[in-house]
């Protein structure tokens, strides 16, 4: 079904200045699936993520060749706005990143930046993005304190929750849970998986078991090539690629 | 489902407005760049006329100033401020480095909470305080004291000696950086190899700091070459070379002075007012240099932790050293340096002695002293053995600061006890009476408020915008950094010369009069530099991850500049903007020659009317001498009260704000 098709990179190359960050890539990705990204570091697979929704632009010194589309709409076309772009495919960084706001201004910033500003509504959906990140019965009686106050598990879910509430379609989540101990981890990974019925997502992770517990697709990358890309099963169970299998069997990386 | 299908991507909406709001921070900031141009230009043009008449080398050169006879040779002048800057550099650097050191490296975290914000307060003081406290307390001492050498009192030594008191801030905080960006692996692997602490500063963290430490003295001499009022008020002020060179108990006077006395008297577009310009442009010359010296310091300094490639001079400097010292042999250079080292020591000593003593038995007194202190320096040290050399070591830092401390508690203390008295209602509310020797000061108290309204009111929004253009639109390109420079030259730019701009551009050229506006505009443009600077900061260090978490929200560039950026910073720009205007206050020479007059009996109506100012008036009443004293301290007091509760107020709110941070 072509309508599964929420995004597709089609020979991707990207430099940072003189240096090749992504040489070709090629990969598809569905909706209401996880996807992960694996591979070593420094292997291209943040910048790979950061391409989906154009955070490279930021960066001085980046050039892009390729195409990568987004319901069929190439993201990189020279009339498109790459700020709108970024509303609909979200991002969530690797430290939780939560503004020094409270934790409802928090929330509101990017439908107030988008232009929603009725109070019945935002409370609506402070309410029920909190409750999709999993947070809501934690912080519900302390919605006005700062965000700061909150655990480092807590601030990520809030980040979530803050990239839920402006309406993206896809979620790119870059090493969420590095920064996170175990248990906080445990949660953020339940919370991707509850999320991928009504989202689709993108994840980089360095962690191999959470790549297998919670995608659907893996993609592994080395060197700024996308190495292998499958069903999560068979890329774990039977890879195809000898590089693949030696580095889900821990030999470097 | 309502987390799909939503409305297709938009198009190009978003980034033309950004480009624009980008474009308009652009222009403002570029006035920074116009403000510099048009203070060069106007500064030249105006002294094109002695130059034409005198000539460039015989008015730098010529020993005699006397305006009133068209004779113009400023090389007394230029000489008069040198001595007096070095004389500060030379008491103000030991103790700002020793309390530098202190603070840094000894001092426990509460002492250090303290001691900081103590030490910025001098810098808070305003300069007419300064020179009336030096006016009535030093320059009698000093008379007394040295009743041999000096009749009056006035000289050279006190115009160092409260020129060192308001440098010192700059040299600490300056130290202060430097020693505290030398990285902590250096302290730990000393004090691992057994060394003690002491030591460790001596030989580890001082060397490593040596060149941010050379930038905090430039900055210091800086700060102190472009001092108007408290020099003026105590050096005497006459146009002479000292006798002999070194004689410190000998009056002078500086550039700065002159402009300050000479400009009332002056009709514009003579040839007195045009030498005037000149004497200002040298002072920028001068300065321009310090601060380049200064800036390539403090950039090596940075580029020994970081490992960026040297300069080509760098390169070539230490190939040279290295060949010297292969060519001498490591011994020898030793000795060499022993010997430099201790010929400089003498001649200090037999400059300072030979001013009490005949030639020949300063000679011997020298020596001898020399050779004591080398003894003692070196066996005694021996002797004492290296615990105690620390102790002695921690207690000399920690006398030092007592020291600094005691001084601030006596300059504030002095005005306090003898202003309180003063302060009555009637005082406050009531105009001046038979020449300001008797009434009340309520006509200057509101021309101060009012000239900090109209600044605040001027350069905050300029310099906010600009600042934020700086830290977050521009890039690296040339005209980025040409407004950077500007911002540099300007932040170094004596007050004195912006109030001979305020007279030239606002005052006449534009036809202002002397009147609330021009120095209302004069002071924006001095304090432009700083308010940029601080706002620069402030939000440079707002950490990226709220920006890229921001536009990952798909804000625009300038929707995450003023809703997340500023905000972040806001309260690092409300601080420095606070700390900027509180110093404005406190200056006069900016607005003597631009918005102020000595006596009003009623308070103007416009904005092109003159006012009185708090500043303007003490300088009125002290130089004056014939007010009741009492005037003058209460006087004083409001103004210290003012600017001092505005440094309050900045501190707190760095405080309230570095806590919720924590």
Same mark, same amino acid.
């Given at each position: ?104 201004? *928090?929330?509101?910033?990017?439908? +107030? =930046?988008?232009?929603? %500003? ?5 409370? /609506? !959906? #402070? $309410? ?78 360095? *962690?191999?078991?959470?790549?297998? +517990? =919670?995608?659907?697709? %893996? ?5 700024? /090539? !996308? #190495? $292998? ?25 | ?662």
């Amino acid at each position: 079904m072509i309508d599964e098709l929420t995004m597709e990179v089609k020979g991707l190359h990207l430099w940072y200045g003189e240096k090749e960050a992504l040489k070709g890539i090629s990969m598809p990705i569905r909706r209401n699936e996880i996807t992960a990204l694996i591979g070593p570091s420094g292997c291209g697979k943040s910048t790979l993520l950061r391409a989906l929704n154009r955070m490279n632009d930021i960066i001085p010194g980046c050039r892009i060749e390729g195409q990568v589309t987004f319901r069929g709409e190439d993201i990189y076309a020279s009339d498109l706005d790459a700020n709108d772009v970024r509303t609909q495919i979200g991002m969530i960084f690797q430290r939780p990143n939560p503004f020094p706001m409270s934790i409802r201004d *928090n929330i509101v910033y990017g439908p +107030r =930046i988008h232009g929603q %500003t009725k109070a019945g509504e935002l409370d /609506e !959906l #402070v $309410e029920r993005t909190l409750r999709q990140a999993a947070l809501w019965d934690e912080v519900k009686d302390q919605l006005n304190r700062s965000a700061l106050v909150l655990s480092g598990g807590q601030q990520q879910r809030l980040c979530i929750a803050r990239a839920l509430a402006v309406n993206p379609e896809v979620l790119l989540m870059d090493e969420p849970t590095s920064a996170l101990d175990p248990i906080a981890t445990a949660k953020i990974e339940e919370l991707a998986c509850e999320l991928e019925k009504n989202y689709t997502v993108v994840i980089v992770t360095h *962690n191999m078991q959470q790549a297998s +517990r =919670i995608s659907d697709k %893996t993609g592994f990358m080395l060197m700024g /090539e !996308l #190495v $292998e890309f499958g069903d999560t099963e068979s890329i774990f169970n039977k890879p195809q690629k000898e590089m693949t299998e030696r580095y889900i069997a821990g030999r470097f990386g | 489902m309502f987390a799909t299908g939503q409305q297709a991507l938009g198009k190009r909406r978003s980034a033309d407005s950004d480009r624009i709001i980008g474009w308009v921070l652009a222009a403002v900031a570029s006035l920074a760049v116009l403000t510099l141009v048009f203070i060069i230009l106007f500064i030249a043009e105006n002294s094109g006329k002695v130059i034409g008449e005198e000539g460039l080398w015989s008015f730098i050169t010529g020993g005699i100033w006397r305006p009133y006879q068209s004779e113009y040779g400023a090389s007394s002048l230029i000489t008069g401020t040198l001595l007096v800057t070095a004389g500060a550099v030379l008491f103000a650097f030991p103790l700002g480095l020793g309390l530098a050191v202190y603070l840094s490296e000894m001092a426990p975290v509460k002492v250090r909470r303290f001691l900081k914000p103590a030490v910025e307060l001098f810098a808070g003081i305003p300069s007419v305080v300064y020179g009336f406290l030096g006016l009535i307390l030093l320059v009698p001492m000093l008379a007394n004291l040295f009743s041999g050498q000096t009749t009056s009192g006035f000289c050279w030594l006190a115009g160092s000696m409260l020129l060192g008191v308001m440098a010192l801030p700059e040299i600490v905080s300056v130290s202060d950086d430097a020693l505290r960006s030398v990285p902590n692996t250096y302290r730990e692997a000393s004090l691992g190899l057994g060394a003690t602490k002491w030591e460790t500063v001596k030989k580890v963290i001082v060397p490593a700091a040596a060149p941010g430490i050379a930038a905090a003295a430039i900055l210091g001499i800086g700060r102190a070459i472009g001092e108007t009022m408290a020099v003026m008020m105590v050096t005497g002020n006459t146009a002479l070379l000292p006798e002999p060179l070194w004689n410190i108990f000998a009056t002078v006077r500086t550039l700065t002075a002159t402009i300050a006395m000479e400009m009332p008297e002056c009709v514009v577009g003579s040839t007195g007012y045009s030498a005037l310009f000149l004497l200002a442009l040298i002072l920028m010359v001068i300065i321009l240099f310090i601060n380049l010296a200064a800036r390539a310091l403090v950039a090596r300094s940075q580029r020994r932790f970081t490992g960026t490639p040297a300069g080509r001079f760098e390169i070539w400097y230490e190939k040279r050293t290295a060949q010297f010292m292969e060519v001498c042999g490591r011994h020898r250079l030793q000795l060499l340096r022993q010997a430099l080292k201790t010929a400089l020591v003498f001649v200090f000593l037999f400059f300072i002695v030979s001013l009490f003593a005949p030639f020949g038995e300063a000679v011997v007194l020298a020596a001898i002293v020399t050779a004591a202190l080398g003894l003692l320096l070196t066996d005694g040290v021996r002797r004492l053995g290296r615990r105690r050399v620390q102790t002695a070591a921690h207690c000399g830092m920690a006398a030092i600061a007592v020291f600094v401390m005691l001084l601030l508690a006596v300059i504030i203390g002095y005005v306090v006890i003898n202003g309180a008295p003063a302060l009555s209602w009637s005082f406050l509310t009531e105009f001046p009476r038979a020449g300001g020797t008797a009434g009340g000061i309520y006509p200057a108290i509101v021309g101060t408020l009012e000239l900090l309204a109209g600044t605040a009111l001027i350069a905050l929004p300029v310099g906010v915008l600009a600042g934020t253009y700086l830290a977050e639109y521009a890039g690296d390109g040339k005209i980025s950094r040409l407004i950077r420079d500007a911002v540099d030259v300007l932040n170094g730019t004596p007050s004195v010369v912006f109030g001979l701009f305020g007279l030239a551009a606002l005052v006449t050229w534009l036809g202002l009069g002397i009147s609330l506006l021009a120095g209302c505009v004069t002071l924006a443009l001095m304090v432009l530099p700083v308010i940029i600077r601080t706002t620069q900061e402030a939000v440079r260090q707002v950490p990226p991850e709220l920006r890229e978490a921001s536009r990952a929200l798909g804000a625009t560039k300038a929707q995450t500049v003023f809703h997340v950026v500023l905000p972040a910073a806001l309260s690092g720009i409300v601080t420095g903007a606070v700390l900027s205007l509180g110093r404005a206050a406190g200056e006069t020479a900016p607005i003597m020659f631009t918005a102020t007059v000595v006596i009003e009996s009623k308070l103007g109506n416009s904005i092109l009317d003159p006012v009185m100012a708090l500043p303007y008036h003490l300088y009125y009443l002290a130089s004056e001498g014939r007010a009741d004293p009492s005037m003058m301290y209460g006087t004083a007091l409001v103004l210290l009260i003012i600017v001092l509760g505005m440094f309050a107020v900045a501190t707190a709110i760095r405080i309230r704000s570095e806590r919720r941070s924590r």
